[in-house]
């Protein structure tokens, strides 16, 4: 919104310019209505701060394309697919996969992972911010930020993986990038890139990155796990499903 409003005074910003600026952004619907309700609230602050008049919201009256229709479907991968995937993936990217798929993390929360972030004794993940487009802000929900419960497996991979890696301190990342000489996470780029040249090796279709988390879910939903036990909680039965469908061999 910045590099395009950022300048113009609010009430420059017209429903219908806004609608064509929206139009034209090569993104899906659903972020398309996200932008709009930032706009939105910044409309609402400026009527609440007494800095324009108050009036009814003109973002009200910008319309998105089919925003009523879901997007893009991550594919689920099953159980031979995955191990398939994994036995394909070299390192760091195979970690990488099974912590995603073990735990159902999103893309932006697994790369914003660092070493402090682990109670290797507890035997506890804190999810403490999430990394999108290499910039760093806070995890997605509340929820997102409760501690994840680590099977003793999923402990001893993370811990074979810190001992390969060149960066161990507590505030580097845990999928650091060696481009960046560590300053960074890893990249999606470069993981989808991996991922697609280990789809074909596997001999399965092409998935994403957000597919791990997508076939968590599914596999929940194959052992009969409650919706209600999926959403208030998920980490703790993942522990225990996760011991039932094992990933790890």
């Known amino acids: 919104i910045l590099p395009h409003w950022g300048s113009m005074p609010i009430l420059e910003v017209k ?42 919201n003109p973002m009200e009256l910008v319309t998105v394309k ?27 990217y195979r970690t990488m996969a099974i912590v995603s798929v073990c735990l159902g993390l999103r893309w932006s929360e697994l790369v914003g992972l660092q070493w402090q972030d682990i109670d290797w004794l507890g035997g506890e ?12 802000g806070e995890v997605k929900t509340v929820h997102s930020a409760k501690p994840l419960s680590l099977d003793a497996r999923l402990l ?35 993981f989808y890139e991996k991922l697609g040249r280990a789809c074909q090796d596997a001999g399965i279709r092409h998935v994403s990155a957000h597919s791990f988390r997508h076939s968590y879910r599914a596999w929940l939903d194959e052992l009969g796990t409650s919706i209600s036990v999926q959403r208030s909680e998920e980490r703790r039965v993942g522990k225990e499903c996760r011991s039932r469908w094992s990933p790890y061999h």
Not at 68 to 87: C, I, Q
Not at 125 to 136: F, G, N, P
Not at 171 to 190: E, H, I, K, L
């Open 15 to 56: 429903p219908r310019t806004v609608e064509l600026w929206l139009a034209s952004l090569d993104l899906e619907p659903k972020s398309k209505v996200n932008i709009r309700m930032v706009l939105s609230v910044v409309y609402e602050y400026a009527m609440w701060a007494e800095l324009i008049p108050t009036v009814r």
């Open 66 to 92: 089919n925003a009523s229709k879901p997007g893009r479907k991550a594919r689920t991968m099953t159980l031979v697919e995955f191990h398939a995937l994994r036995d394909v993936l070299t390192e760091p």
């Open 125 to 136: 993940l804190t999810l403490r911010r999430a990394v999108v487009k290499q910039i760093t």
């Open 156 to 190: 001893e991979i993370l811990k074979a993986h810190k001992q390969r890696s060149d960066y161990t301190e507590p505030g580097d990342w845990v999928f650091a990038s060696p481009d960046q000489n560590g300053t960074m996470p890893r990249s999606y780029t470069c």
